[in-house]
């Protein structure tokens, strides 16, 4: 299973920008997907999550700005962001947990190589 993140980059506060995260491979199911980022000298935190049913959770953070969705046919997640912050700057993360797949597997939980998002002032 690969989960690969596209949309990062550069934005100036109070701008927006969508992240993706297309997970491949020999997937029957996927319980959650999530969003995770680290800041420099920080640890890594949640920011959302969604279950196969539509359930969301979101950081006290970003409730209000950031809006998690996913495409459960495509196995893909994204996060719209916007109002961004120069806090929000960090590299994010997709997660995928609570993975089923085709092959029997013990292993369940996936993370994609991460993408960067910097907001300026």
């Known amino acids: 299973v690969q989960l690969v993140e596209s949309g990062g980059g550069l934005v100036q506060a109070g701008g927006s920008l969508r992240l993706s995260c297309a997970a491949s491979g020999r997937i029957f199911t996927i319980s959650a997907m999530n969003w995770y980022r680290q800041a420099p000298g920080k640890q890594r935190e949640l920011v959302a999550a969604?279950?196969?049913?539509?359930?969301?959770n979101y950081a006290d953070s970003v409730k209000g700005r950031f809006t998690i969705s996913r495409d459960n046919a495509k196995n893909t997640v994204y996060l719209q962001m916007n109002s961004l912050k120069p806090e929000d700057t960090g590299v994010y993360y997709c997660?995928?947990?609570?993975?089923?797949?085709?092959?029997?597997?013990?292993?369940?939980?996936?993370w994609g190589q991460g993408t960067q998002v910097t907001v300026s002032l």
């Open positions: 969604i279950t196969s049913g539509g359930s969301t």
């Open positions: 997660n995928a947990d609570g993975v089923v797949t085709t092959i029997p597997s013990p292993k369940t939980d996936y």
